[in-house]
């Protein structure tokens, strides 16, 4: 069974940083495009970043570009989002998600992947 698990969210003052981490266990992550979405409270979902599955291209958001990074470990499964200079508008709760196939492109824009992990909340203060 194919799953992701998100970790890392929590509370943190405006200007500041965190770390999420999703996991993906039943199928290794190295031929699969990762990507991350949030929900903002009372809106719809939206793309963040995503990652190819060579690791070699990375896509951002407009509103998070130049303040987060993502990234993967193929070796670990993994695939990390760094978040610095947070602000109040990126309260939100942070998705990690994949395709059901392998090999494939990533989606700038979208939020029309098959996997998803079950969701860690951030939350900035001001």
């Known amino acids: 069974q194919v799953q992701l698990v998100e970790s890392g969210g929590g509370l943190v003052q405006a200007g500041g940083s965190l770390r999420l981490s999703c996991a993906l266990s039943?199928?290794?992550?190295?031929?699969?495009?990762m990507v991350w979405c949030r929900q903002p409270p009372g809106k719809e979902r939206e793309f963040v970043a995503g990652i190819s599955w060579t690791g070699a291209t990375t896509f951002y958001a407009d509103s998070v570009k130049g303040r987060f990074t993502v990234s993967r470990d193929n070796n670990k499964n993994t695939a990390d989002l760094q978040m610095n200079a947070l602000t109040p508008e990126d309260t939100s709760v942070y998705y990690c998600?994949?395709?059901?196939?392998?090999?494939?492109?990533?989606?700038?824009?979208?939020?029309?992947?098959?996997?998803w992990g079950q969701g860690t909340q951030v939350t900035v203060s001001s």
């Open positions: 998600a994949k395709d059901l196939d392998q090999y494939t492109p990533v989606r700038t824009g979208s939020t029309q992947y098959e996997i």
């Open positions: 039943g199928r290794t992550i190295s031929s699969t495009v």
